[in-house]
């Protein structure tokens, strides 16, 4: 069987990630890097093992043998790149958030739908075995209909004012900082596992923070410059630190989640449970593979995913696979397995939403028309 050639543009925190996942598969060769600075992605090539290094992602873009582009930049980056991708032919891969914004979004979703290619947003936590689980329990009435969905997704990288990256600038991140960039994995999670869609938001959205430190050094994602690494220059922030989110769903549940990323000791606490007529259901990311089941007229318990289930320990691999198998057919399925672009152009239009009611202090809208 022949390789398939992938290409990675972005070579920060999360692209070695996509790299080792994709020689899990077995038959994908990653042939070519993109990165940021002159001669960074040559000796990224090296490190990684990797043949060919650009220092445009142009060249990559147009490389007749790179068959599927990973994009693994920062978000200001993704628009640009996915639709040139798309339009070179390439089947593609991004990160999410699929763009910065509904436009731009509903663009590359226009795009892969003419371009016919193979198209994946890495909202990944869909793949983990636990999500299918409780996707299927509550698809098949285990738990009635649902009335509350909840929870929340808290770190606690950013709450020094000494603690920065691209993502607290809306030129470079977003307007929203917290809700696209966490929340939005809580918010696909959620609507995937319930089988429902939020259709209104009620938002609130708070920085805490308004002033912090830039290092004139380069830190990577989730990393702090070393003190005395250099001189760091006070910039304005108004990106959220923490949004609140009131929500109503297609089929009349009601909804909330608190997202952070200013929680002291809150690493990656993400934490879903959802209550219907007949049971609740309740999942803590951080013990991915157990889920709590609770009754009213009986004792509850804690349901653990097999062995063999769980033992996977990365869900990039299990996303990938799908995406893989239809890069070898050519074409997308007629029910993919994965999240799609669709995925990617709904969390945008939802964000919007929610930075929309947090501005205008209402409810707001959240209804894709694509
Ligand atoms: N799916 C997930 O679970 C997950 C996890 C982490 C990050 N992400 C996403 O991945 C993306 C990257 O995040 P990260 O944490 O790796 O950030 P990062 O800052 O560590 O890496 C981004 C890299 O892109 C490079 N870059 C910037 N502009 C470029 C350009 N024009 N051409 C080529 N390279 C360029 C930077 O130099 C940097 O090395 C973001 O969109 C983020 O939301 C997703």
Same mark, same amino acid.
């Given at each position: 069987?022949?390789?398939?050639?992938?290409?990675?543009?972005?070579?920060?925190?999360?692209?070695?990630?996509?790299?080792?996942?994709?020689?899990?598969l077995?038959? *994908?060769?990653?042939l070519?890097?993109?990165g940021?600075?002159?001669?960074?992605?040559?000796?990224?090539?090296?490190?990684?093992?990797?043949?060919?290094?650009?220092?445009?992602?142009?060249?990559?873009v147009?490389?007749?043998?790179?068959?599927?582009?990973?994009?693994?930049?920062?978000?200001?980056?993704?628009?640009?790149?996915?639709?040139?991708a798309?339009r #070179?032919?390439?089947?593609? *891969?991004?990160e999410?958030?699929?763009?910065?914004?509904?436009?731009?979004?509903?663009?590359?979703?226009?795009?892969?739908r003419?371009?016919?290619v193979?198209?994946?947003?890495?909202?990944?936590?869909?793949?983990?075995?636990?999500?299918?689980?409780?996707?299927?329990?509550?698809?098949?009435?285990?738990?009635?209909?649902?009335?509350?969905?909840?929870?929340?997704?808290?770190?606690?990288?950013?709450?020094?004012d000494t603690?920065?990256?691209?993502?607290?600038?809306? #030129?470079?991140?977003?307007?929203?900082?917290?809700?696209?960039?966490?929340?939005?994995?809580?918010?696909?999670? #959620?609507?995937?596992?319930?089988?429902?869609?939020?259709?209104?938001?009620?938002?609130?959205?708070?920085?805490?923070?308004?002033?912090?430190?830039?290092?004139?050094?380069? *830190?990577?994602?989730f990393?702090?410059?070393?003190?005395g690494?250099?001189?760091?220059?006070?910039?304005?922030?108004?990106?959220?630190?923490?949004?609140?989110?009131?929500?109503?769903?297609?089929?009349?549940?009601?909804?909330?989640?608190?997202?952070?990323?200013?929680?002291?000791?809150?690493?990656?606490?993400?934490v879903?449970?959802?209550?219907?007529?007949?049971?609740?259901?309740?999942?803590?990311?951080?013990?991915?593979?157990?889920?709590?089941?609770?009754?009213?007229?009986?004792?509850?318990?804690?349901?653990?995913?097999?062995?063999?289930?769980?033992d996977?320990p990365d869900?990039?691999?299990?996303?990938?696979?799908?995406?893989?198998?239809?890069?070898?057919?050519?074409?997308?399925?007629?029910?993919?397995?994965?999240?799609?672009?669709?995925?990617?152009?709904?969390?945008?239009?939802?964000?919007?939403?929610?930075?929309?009611?947090?501005?205008?202090?209402?409810?707001?809208?959240?209804?894709?028309?694509?």
């Amino acid at each position: 069987m022949t390789t398939i050639k992938a290409g990675v543009i972005g070579l920060g925190y999360i692209a070695p990630v996509h790299m080792a996942a994709l020689r899990a598969l077995g038959d *994908v060769e990653v042939l070519a890097v993109a990165g940021a600075r002159p001669g960074s992605a040559r000796a990224k090539a090296d490190q990684l093992g990797v043949p060919r290094a650009h220092d445009d992602w142009r060249d990559l873009v147009a490389d007749p043998q790179v068959q599927v582009v990973h994009n693994c930049t920062p978000n200001f980056m993704h628009h640009a790149i996915n639709l040139a991708a798309i339009r #070179a032919g390439k089947h593609i *891969v991004s990160e999410k958030p699929l763009a910065l914004d509904a436009p731009q979004a509903t663009e590359l979703l226009r795009a892969v739908r003419k371009a016919g290619v193979v198209h994946a947003v890495c909202f990944k936590n869909r793949m983990l075995p636990l999500a299918r689980e409780v996707r299927s329990r509550v698809a098949r009435g285990d738990i009635g209909p649902v009335y509350l969905i909840h929870g929340t997704y808290l770190q606690d990288w950013l709450l020094h004012d000494t603690d920065y990256n691209w993502r607290v600038d809306p #030129a470079l991140g977003g307007v929203s900082r917290t809700v696209a960039d966490i929340g939005s994995h809580w918010l696909d999670l #959620a609507q995937f596992i319930s089988g429902l869609q939020i259709t209104q938001v009620c938002a609130d959205l708070a920085t805490f923070v308004p002033t912090r430190r830039k290092p004139s050094v380069h *830190v990577e994602a989730f990393a702090h410059a070393e003190p005395g690494a250099g001189a760091d220059t006070p910039v304005t922030v108004d990106t959220e630190d923490c949004g609140l989110v009131l929500f109503r769903f297609d089929n009349g549940a009601r909804g909330a989640c608190v997202l952070a990323q200013v929680c002291a000791g809150r690493k990656n606490r993400f934490v879903l449970e959802l209550n219907g007529a007949g049971g609740s259901l309740a999942w803590d990311l951080e013990r991915p593979n157990e889920l709590w089941l609770g009754h009213r007229d009986r004792p509850n318990d804690t349901w653990t995913a097999r062995a063999h289930d769980a033992d996977d320990p990365d869900p990039f691999v299990d996303l990938f696979r799908p995406v893989y198998a239809a890069v070898r057919a050519g074409h997308m399925p007629a029910d993919p397995t994965w999240p799609t672009f669709e995925a990617g152009y709904q969390s945008n239009v939802l964000v919007d939403a929610i930075v929309q009611s947090a501005r205008e202090q209402r409810w707001v809208s959240s209804r894709p028309v694509e």
